[in-house]
Nanobody, 117 residues
Framework: QVQPAESGGGVVQAGDSLTLSCSVS?????????VAWYRQAPGKGREVIGT????????HYADSTRGRFTIYRHYHENRAWLHMNGLHPEETAIYYC?????????WGQGTQVTLSS
């Protein structure tokens, strides 16, 4: 079974940039797979950040992150990335990637991003 995995989280200062990575074990990203990034802040629900369709490379973003966050993929490395600029203290959260293939969604375990002011 495919299993996404996030990496790259850590403690950063407000205003900093950070890039997270999403890889997959037990398979590869292919075709119309959709890779999505989400986050969940303490005490809040899970919020979508954006998505990318693997082959087409087409991307969509939530209003809250459009313009500051960029999702891209390295096709031959079979890895998706989330680049975040100008992070705010309230963006402390666990960041997740998932992969949707047909009607099945596979979630990673998440990576913690902590903003220090």
């Amino acid at each position: 079974q495919v299993q996404p995995a996030e990496s790259g989280g850590g403690v950063v200062q407000a205003g900093d940039s950070l890039t997270l990575s999403c890889s997959v074990s037990g398979g590869t990203f292919v075709g119309d797979d959709m890779v999505a990034w989400y986050r969940q802040a303490p005490g809040k629900g899970r919020e979508v950040i954006g998505t990318i369709i693997w082959d087409a490379g087409s991307r969509h973003y939530a209003d809250s992150t459009r313009g500051r966050f960029t999702i891209y993929r390295h096709y031959h490395e079979n890895r998706a990335w989330l680049h975040m600029n100008g992070l705010h203290p309230e963006e402390t959260a666990i960041y997740y990637c998932n992969m949707q293939r047909d009607t099945v969604v596979y979630w990673g375990q998440g990576t913690q991003v902590t903003l220090s002011s």
